[in-house]
């Protein structure tokens, strides 16, 4: 657009101080292409951010972007609310195609508004209307996002803070591991539904990450989530699996849940899921609990055509078949090995997370700090997760050729290097 | 994209009831065009409805077009979080120097997630953090968006129900005209805030729009909006008007509380600032209020950059000059005019809205229903508005040019006329 | 007890800052006779304030008093949670008989924990249970209590910041005069129940006080009451009449709304019904919403026997016929002629309340505080009312002989007198 | 009273369903003494039921009695809202020299209105006003009164549901025990409180009973106590116990939680307080959380000049030495034999409790209630606690005689022996 450099004063001049990625990357991008972004003095950059897991197919994707570009062309519908339109029929033909059907999944498919805190407040308010209860059962080191019924969900205190009012109607349960690694919590939480006297009201839904991606890549076992899902059953309460940073691929299968078995009732998506970094979001929702009325949910956007266009070339070009998910367990077993290269280097520390969405908690959120900023240095997008962003978090476009993969890890096993001699260096 | 026609049975099959639109508008659109969309069929339909005031400067308007496949052709990035892009630059700089600027406004830019609702979220948000207090009065018939927290300032009773918990926070005071045309609805509400047992708690902000869009397009006269604002201040609670519908041209100027002479402390636009239906909020803010912390209220599709590059070109298209406002000055003359042709034939019906934001109230929502269904079968969208849905409401493109309103309007008094006379029929 | 004069010391050593009604009358009583309070020096005081209406009968009735010797004499029993006791039998006998069956009122009684709060908070659940919604509507200037339930309905401020969190699910309506004189407030209260967006959920009740005792004695119409009773019976709203402080014949008659013909749902009453100044709360629901399961609501002192035993001599002595009510009506004229005559010193001044529930706003806090200082150096007991303090509120014992009440009237007219001249002198 | 046996026909015809113990102690006592209640037939019932722990020092015991037969012929004061008076500058200074001189305490009284639950919620609020924060953590099985503030706190979920909106601003955390005998409830809670993204907000205040007498008599060990103490503190949070059912000796010492070392900020009495059976209820906050201002959480029977007179007796009777610390040890040695012999009668039947605030669990709310249906009719007045009921919980007066206690246990014994005669032979 701008052929000159863009001077970065218009953001301090004109953009709330709300901003927030800028400040960490402190550059101007131009322009993006597969697992790369490249800035105003065509510097590259290796990206394992890739828009906090927006971008699990790299950015730009060719066949994704010329199937945009001849929709643009031809005059297709930008925005239809929620019309019929050919392109949101061939998306959800798609989609059921090659991921409800092959999957047993008859689940429908709610268009909220484009965004993954707006798909958890439309769950949330499926399972309270279903149940007729107000209490949410939600988790430990959750994260759900920040509008106000999402945000009472979401553990995080410094966004809980910001919300200016108590967030009420939820109940907060430990997470699998949450009290240490040989604690199961399921026995609280089953004791907490039993007991009539426990004080918790009866929930109309239990919602969970599988794997928590704000929260420091906190992954379930697959018993302790066929173990709430039981409990979620036995309750009378729907189970919510909040999909949108660690489905679309990125534990392994198009779905985090897949590999315990459960089936859940509802099941959001965003992110990821117009495969090209577009907003969208939606919400499955199994038939029998469709209960929303017409517009009872609304949003302005929440056909946002655009994204069905490249959501379908999405599925489409990676889920039509099983090689994408051979392609991402190969890839995530190297990224094991990089993030083991770095915890050998610190006592304690241990690798987080499952798939393609992996890490390390270094113990310290200065520590992860200073190693992501190392990283960034050296042409690597690297951002950390945890209460205290004590976990170098890998999330890499799950398309990243292996050797770009390969470089890197190595940028960031060199940036801990670097940042833990100076350590040493800090301590002696 | 497909180019059979589509079986509708998709939707029926896999969508959700939630769906709404589509029930109205029973047909599969295929492409778009200025102020027309064209179905599978290639039955043409002027639009009066422009995605609910997101479709503001039409559908695909070529040089929005043109900008945005450049881009994408360019690798321009998609999704760039809330990094500095040379995209995100030049919206800014543009949006100051043709809005801000000339309006001395001193306003910060905080992007929120891309809908209205996340932008009212984050509004309250900002409000409650400023002063420490929780309540917020929000007007009878507002509408604000439905997640929780926007929900609670939104008047209608179907998308409050369907929140499925209390909504609280929130005091409700009457809008003006709420209690007819002669009550000053000022005078309660001062006496709300000035009483200090009124059990009314101090506010964090008044939230209004100037023209309520959902509501039934009643308009503030611009002597209530100077006394609320002028009690705003008073009581120490920030001003909001969410622009989210009426702005961006909608009522004559980009604001659509330019002609009172108030000057909020936040202002929300989404819907059309991205100019071509693209997903995109953002908040301003008085500098002084500018107080969310970095990614306090974050979001992931908080940097929609297809859309900053729309947005960029629609404001310099339709902003650099004044010839804009009085395009829309003509030919909201023009919709008052055939307005008024259809109130001059039903006792009682009046005209509401300002701008080109206006519509006929014809005492009855299964009468303003069916005009609008048989104005459908004439190839023309548009729809209803207001408690009882009894307002006919018409939000054509304001680029939609003087010959195609005309015959947009023409439609319409027909369609009034003939299901008046199926009325009178009826009645007889 | 103590035969010698109490040191104040240990209530400013030990009780806490809380305490207050200390600070307005700065003496140490010892006994209490009729509408006498005696101090330890022998300072004799006409009681104006009647422990804020729960001593309608005076202090220590002889007939009371003997009668509540006798039970304790007898070790009747004095806590019996809520089981049959002969005295509890006795005191609902006489209920029914001189209050209930004469009225023609159906009612039945739910014995509460002995507090005004705790009949609000039992009557709220009533009415929340029976209609299955949880907002209640309250008014402008209502007091209701302050734990939590209750103070949400109640209107001042200071008491409602005391919370330390939002009160929620209550609704404000104005009160009958709050928008001046001539603003008839039904017209917004129906407009708010009709509008299907007015932003007001469906009220599961509509609680009042027909003369606002502490909101500055305002006194709602008997057609504005009936016009309310109406709007609730319409939205299928439960008319809760908190009667704590006018009932028990303070506004003439036993109940405060018997004037007005309306016929409340749940009606609340505590303070005065033991008549004797012993803690004791009942509510009346109609049969048909008499729906709390046993001890849903529950709390141990909710059979206070000691108070039944008076609160059946109170019913039997003064409610058996209509002798009483005579009394009262005479004594209310004389009490208007004081306070007329303080009204005609203070231009703007004008009379408030009804019955022996009247006061003069003399249009500050700061002279009617005065007023009240003065008075009691000259031995009179009586406080202020209203969101400014600015009325002067008489609440004497309503068997007050006629020649001690002008002898307290004099008191305060030359109270007046002297206050007012002091203030001219300042003026001047 | 009446001389003629009462008819219950009058509670059935004008008591509301909410009424409860009458239900299973079906006849109409007339009179009461140490630790009988006589019924209007003449029989003698031993009280195993003390008011629920409201007459620790039993019915109309002679002191206390003469001393308030004494106030009433003196005429004095019965209400004196919370002016001074002698009279409480005597209980004042009594409770000062003998509870809280000698152990050291420096807090403050303050006098709430007359119940346990209306204690609660000044607590709550005063723990909020001095944090800032609105959260405070109460514990599964907790019972603090059914007021919605205190309700909030309460597990109880059939008094929740009571409510009829959902509870809010409390968290709930595992008392002692509540996830089995091996499970360190504290490291959980140790957890929720550091992680910054538990979920759970800062706490204002945790409050806890030290023995649930509700909530099925769990005792918290004092090792746990002084973990929640330190905690607590940690976390800026006001530690609150709620001492109105376990208090006043009933544990015994004065205070439940002397043993345990703790020094909590706030302290609620009521129910034994005013040891006579009358309503009154005070807190006791450390002074420099003293913060409530005057009359900020007010209430008109927060003078119970009645209780004051009989609770200064009865602190002067019982608590001047350690005479009766010593009686209760031996009498809690008593019932814990007659518990054990219970106990070894069923298999699995544990004992629960503490001091005299013992029980036994019997493994099921059905057997418990019939054993103690069957003493009932043997002449034994005692009731069931715990979630499922499944406690038979001992409460008798403090001063009950040791032949009279051991005439109730046998009472008690000989009932389970029937009862589970009666289920061996159903059984077989």
Redo the contacts between chains.
Sequence with gaps: ??TT????D??T???????????G?????????GSE?ID?DGTRYIDF?A??S??NYG??DPDL?QA??D????????????????????F??T??KHI?TPRKMAH????T??????TV?AA??I???VT?R??II?????FH??????L?A???????????????????M?FDG???EH?DTT??IE??LV????????P?AIILETVQG???LNAASAEWLRSIAQMAKKAGALLIVDDVQAGCGRTGRFFSFEESGISPDIITL??SISG????MGL?L?KPEH????????????RG?T?AF?TA?AAIEKFWSDNRFEQDIARRAKLIEQGLQAIADMIPGARLKGRGMMRGVDVGSGDLAGEICARAFQNGLIIETS???DEVVKILAPLTTPDDMLLSGLDILIDAAQNVLGTYKYAAE
Excluded: W
């Design positions: 657009m701008s450099p863009a001077n970065t218009i953001f001049r004109r953009e709330s101080d709300a901003r927030s990625y800028c400040r990357f402190d550059t101007v991008f131009t322009s993006a292409n972004m105003q951010l828009g906090c927006s971008l950015h730009n972007k945009l570009i929709h643009i062309q031809a005059d297709g519908i930008a925005h239809g609310l929620d019309m019929h339109t050919d392109t949101k029929a061939a959800i033909e989609f059921e409800l429908k498919i709610m268009f508004g484009p965004t993954g805190a707006n407040e949330m308010k399972a309270r209307k007729g107000s209490n939600a988790f430990t080191n959750g996002g920040v509008t106000q019924g999402a009472a979401t553990g995080n205190g410094y966004h809980r803070e910001g919300s200016g009012v108590p967030l009420n109607n939820v109940t907060r430990p949450f009290v240490g604690n026995a609280f004791a907490m007991d009539q006297s426990s004080g918790m009201d009866a109309a704000e929260g420091g965003a992110k090209f970094g577009l907003p919400v929702v469709d209960v929303m009325g017409p517009a009872e949910h609304n949003g302005t956007f946002n655009h266009v379908r945890g209460s205290e």
